[in-house]
Structures are given as structure tokens and as C-alpha cells.
């Protein structure tokens, strides 16, 4: 008989106790005689240890066709992809790709900011006003609790769209005065914006050769006509 184990004592599975319980209990059996024991892996003393190998049929490997191609493997989908409709996922792509670049709106403006502005020319006047007219303002100044250049650019804001019409349309050389003042007492400067047609006309038409630029005459055109409005906008005030 099999030798037992002790109680409480977990040994190590045997993987041959049951083929030994099955050999002893045969060996006991005198009615009957003993079977011979195949073992599936051959033994020292066998000679031929392919006799054992060959009782078992050899299991076929089927061969697959030719035409058969490997499965594709599909990428792993999320329950919440797997369940979007196609339509959804296209619009969205869509909507990607038409997305306006952020910024791009405020770079296009500036872009036609910036040809706007190149399109127009600057024009420089300087020139220095009468004295009564800047004690007028002077006496407005004080009153307002601000500097008399403020009065007179003040006045001059309400000038400088009619002034900037007027050689929009063309202004003429006989238009300009050649007279200076002798009594002046402030020296007043600004910055008119005209279109590029206007100055190339107004260049042609007051210095064609290029001899004194147009500072100077469209300076005393400009007094001529500030001084005429000035006198009015502060008889306008009551001063």
C-alpha cells in the first residue's frame, strides 16, 4: 500500500500518486494478471524509444489555402466612438478644417490697415498765428483751465475735414498766397492725410519742378484759411 501522509502537513501535489495507487491495488489482485505499465516518456531500458511514439496517431496540421489572407485587426474602438454616427464624425472634421486660425482675422485686417495707409500721403503744415486771435483763445484757455494750443487745435479739428476735401478736388497755384504775417505770436503745426492721386496732383500743380516741396505754400494756404475759421469759431463761443 502507498505510504500515507501526515495529517496537517500540505506537501507538494504528486502528479503519480493516483498511477501508483492504480499499480498496487493490481498487484494485490492475484485473480488477474498484471498489466504491463506504458509510460509516455520512454525509459532508460527501452531500445527503441520511438516504439512508444508510435502507438499515437500523429495529429494533422491543417494547411491553410493558399488564397487565405490573415485576418485584419481592426483598432481598438471606444464604446462612445463605436456609437457615433458617421455624419457627426464628417462635420466635425469639416468644422475642424474650416475653423478659422485664430488671430488670422485680426492679421488680415491690419494687413489692409497697413495697405490703406500706404496709400495716402502725409502733408506737413507749420505756420504762426496773429496775436489777437491768440489772446482770444488765451482768454477761453483760462476760463477752460487748459493750455492756448488746446483752443487752437480745437478750432482747427473742425477745419481739417474741409481742408483735406478741397485738395482732394484739386487746388489751384493762383490759390495760393505768398504774403507773410508780421504779427504772429504762436507757432502752430499739424498733419493733413490726403489719397495718393491728390498729392502727385497737388505736387504737379504747386511745385511741378521740385524747387521748394509743398510745405511752405500749403502752409500759408492753410493759415489763410485757419485764420478766417478760428475767428469765427471763437465769435462763435463769445470770446
Not at 55 to 77: G, S
Not at 84 to 94: D, L, N
Not at 176 to 192: L, V
Amino acid at each position: 500500500m502507498a505510504r500515507l501522509k501526515d495529517r496537517g502537513i500540505i506537501a507538494k501535489r504528486d502528479p503519480n500518486f493516483a498511477r501508483r495507487l492504480e499499480i498496487t491495488a493490481e498487484l494485490h489482485d492475484t485473480s488477474k494478471p498484471a498489466a504491463p505499465v506504458t509510460s509516455q516518456k520512454p525509459g532508460a531500458a527501452d531500445p527503441n524509444p520511438a516504439s512508444t511514439v508510435a502507438k499515437k496517431p500523429e495529429r494533422l496540421v491543417p494547411t491553410p489555402a493558399p488564397t487565405e489572407k490573415p485576418a485584419k485587426i481592426e483598432p481598438a474602438v471606444t464604446p462612445m466612438e463605436q456609437t457615433k454616427p458617421v455624419a457627426e464624425a464628417t462635420s466635425e472634421a469639416q468644422r475642424e478644417a474650416e475653423a478659422p486660425i485664430p488671430g488670422a482675422a485680426i492679421a488680415s485686417q491690419k494687413k489692409r490697415a497697413g495697405g490703406k495707409d500706404a496709400e495716402r500721403k502725409k502733408i506737413r503744415v507749420t505756420f504762426r498765428m496773429p496775436t489777437d486771435l491768440v489772446s482770444r483763445a488765451e482768454v477761453w484757455a483760462t476760463k477752460a483751465r487748459c493750455p492756448v494750443g488746446a483752443v487752437i487745435r480745437k478750432g482747427f479739428k473742425e477745419l481739417r475735414p474741409v481742408l483735406i476735401e478741397q485738395i482732394e478736388r484739386g487746388i489751384r497755384y493762383t490759390e495760393i498766397p505768398h504774403e507773410r504775417i508780421s504779427d504772429a505770436s504762436y507757432n502752430f503745426d499739424t498733419t493733413m492725410m490726403v489719397s495718393a492721386e491728390a498729392y502727385a496732383k497737388l505736387a504737379a500743380e504747386i511745385d511741378p519742378e521740385d524747387m521748394t516741396g509743398l510745405e511752405a505754400p500749403m502752409s500759408r494756404w492753410t493759415r489763410v484759411k485757419f485764420i478766417e475759421s478760428l475767428d469765427r469759431y471763437l465769435t462763435q463761443k463769445g470770446y
